[in-house]
């Protein structure tokens, strides 16, 4: 596709069950971020990919959260056992292998956990 | 601890004016600094990137400063129309990673 493509674009959950969010980045980016943004917030970091590299799990609120990107393209974003804390917006966004390099953005799946 | 300060306080002018938003950060030493443009229900979209040893950089109506000695960039837009209304987040490289601020809403009236 022409853009990084997220699904679903929105998920409502109940509290205590498990969530996958889906990044689909732009063909031949191999770096790839997720951040969360609650209302009226910034973005916060959740983790990074990078080519064949570990990835940067750093920020990543709790072990409840999880990602995997397989054969350096699609990537899924796994919560376990959501929290009503955990509803916000979850933006993915992929780039180039260049230092500094932009980042281009889906959309975003907005979670809702009831 | 590391910060990264955007007025949180809607900027409203008026259209032809120009607007000028402002990114303050606190222990980062960042390469790069990034701003984006987000709209409602969407992901953000880049504008413009400039580097720790540029002043300024331009694009259009778009103009960045980036002083590493007071920690600030600037933001302007000339010459604003209301199709410049959205909220202008700023994102700061380092250690690998984008660090973004909570954006400020710019309302451009006609």
């Given amino acids: 596709g022409a853009g990084v493509s997220q699904s679903p674009s929105n998920k409502v959950t109940e509290k205590g069950k498990d969530v996958e969010l889906r990044c689909d980045p732009i063909s031949g980016h191999t770096a790839l971020y997720w951040y969360r943004q609650s209302l009226g917030q910034g973005l916060e970091f959740l983790i990074y990919f990078q080519g064949n590299s570990a990835p940067d799990k750093s920020g990543l609120p709790s072990d409840r959260f999880s990602a995997e990107r397989t054969g350096g393209s699609v990537s899924t974003l796994t919560i376990q056992r959501t929290q009503q804390e955990d509803s916000a917006v979850y933006l993915c966004a992929s780039s180039l292998d260049r230092v500094g390099e932009k980042l281009f953005f889906g959309s975003g799946t907005q979670l809702s956990v009831l | ?110």
């Fill in chain 2, 1 to 110: 601890s590391q910060k990264i300060e955007q007025n949180s306080e809607a900027l409203n002018i008026q259209e032809g004016k120009t607007a000028t938003l402002t990114c303050n950060y606190t222990n980062y030493s960042p390469a790069y600094l990034q701003w984006y443009r987000q709209d409602p229900g969407r992901g953000p979209v880049f504008l413009l990137l400039i580097r720790e040893n540029e002043k300024e950089k331009r694009k259009e109506r778009l103009k960045v400063t980036f002083d590493t000695t007071l920690k600030q960039s600037l933001f302007h837009i000339t010459a604003s129309q209301p199709a410049d209304s959205a909220t202008y987040l700023c994102a700061l490289y380092n250690f690998n990673k984008f660090y973004f601020g909570s954006g400020t809403k710019l309302n451009v009236k006609p």
